[in-house]
């Protein structure tokens, strides 16, 4: 017995999870963008599918009233992490540097967040969840790195104090 239930618990790790995969036919409804418009700023981001059926966020960032930021949400069921280490993201950035964010629960005022920079060419990034530490509003709190315990949202944020426009193809998300 105790075997099977260790059998169980590797391959359950071992398995990775998809958190989204875009296709030609995706439904972008679960997606969300939040601008710097929410503080007054000025900036624009938006979602879209290419027709290799990849999502595109893109936009522009600006800088005036205060602005800064454009970021690409999705919310999702609760989704239990513990058997996982890392996050798997594959992406075509513009060269930039972007942020990828997560949340244990929606309703959380924090995120925990990592940055990972883009080259300009396909590639998988990997991200271990360890290393995603508290935030709020820019700024680290004093709280323990993310849990590891479960995740109900994900985002990607690119903030990089200039104005800039901007573009990061995302093929996949999924957990490892």
Same mark, same amino acid.
């Given at each position: ?46 979602? $879209? ?21 454009? $970021? ?105």
């Amino acid at each position: 017995m105790y075997y099977l239930i260790f059998f169980s618990l590797v391959m359950i790790a071992s398995t990775p999870k998809i958190l989204h995969d875009f296709n030609k036919n995706d439904d972008l409804s679960a997606w969300t963008i939040v601008n710097d418009g929410v503080m007054g700023g000025l900036s624009q981001g938006n979602i $879209s599918i290419t027709e290799d059926g990849h999502g595109v966020f893109s936009g522009y960032i600006s800088l005036e009233n205060n602005g800064g930021f454009s $970021s690409l949400r999705k919310r999702f069921a609760p989704v239990n992490v513990t058997p996982y280490q890392k996050i798997i993201i594959k992406v075509k950035g513009d060269g930039k540097r972007y942020q990828l964010r997560v949340k244990t629960d929606t309703y959380d005022a924090h995120s925990y967040i990592t940055y990972f920079n883009t080259s300009g060419q396909w590639e998988k990034i990997e991200l271990d969840l360890a290393a995603f530490y508290p935030s709020f509003r820019g700024r680290k709190l004093a709280m323990a790195n993310y849990p590891k315990i479960r995740m109900e949202e994900l985002a990607f944020l690119i903030a990089n104090k200039k104005q800039e426009s901007f573009q990061l193809q995302i093929d996949y998300i999924e957990l490892r």
